[in-house]
């Protein structure tokens, strides 16, 4: 689908978490900082399904281990974005992080919506750890013949 733009990308985003994969077939076992900062922390993209139907634009986030709470959804001139934030797990106490690849932190995902939508009809729910989110086209003005009398 073309008319759906993703906006605010990080360029920078996929091509460290591709150097971290590298990293770790090379060196699998790392540590990130002192005792207390040994988890590593990273922004946090949900991977993200754009698809159309005849009636809808449908997008799909995933989004594990995010609270329906910690999740926001607006629509503004045009622009859906959705914003949130993935939180760290409680610390076991006297527990040390050998590894953690599991990324935190909030994310924002922007979708420059195409001209005929219905944008007071979209709907969004969320189920086991998957927003779903359905933006209703219009059914674009048709030209009309007028006939001279």
């Known amino acids: 689908m073309t008319n759906l733009i993703r906006l605010h990308q990080t360029p920078w985003t996929r091509l460290f978490a591709d150097f971290d994969r590298t990293l770790d077939a090379v ?5 990130y900082g002192a005792s207390d900062r040994a988890a590593y922390v990273a922004d946090y993209t949900p991977d993200v399904d754009i698809t159309e139907t005849d009636k809808a634009y449908l997008i799909t986030l995933d989004l594990p281990g995010v609270d329906r ?8 001139r045009g ?18 992080f050998i590894r953690s690849e599991r990324n935190i932190g909030t994310f924002e995902r922007a979708f420059t919506l195409p001209r005929h939508v219905e944008a007071d009809r979209v709907e969004a729910r969320f ?3 998957v927003l779903h989110v359905a933006i209703p086209k219009s059914i674009p003005a048709q ?7």
Do not use: C, F, Y
């Open 143 to 149: 030209p009309k013949k007028i006939k001279i009398g």
């Open 127 to 129: 189920e086991h750890g």
């Open 27 to 31: 060196l699998p076992v790392r540590t």
């Open 69 to 76: 709470k910690d999740v926001d959804i607006s629509l503004d």
């Open 79 to 96: 622009t859906l974005t959705i914003r949130g934030e993935r939180k760290a797990n409680e610390r076991v106490e006297g527990a040390t």
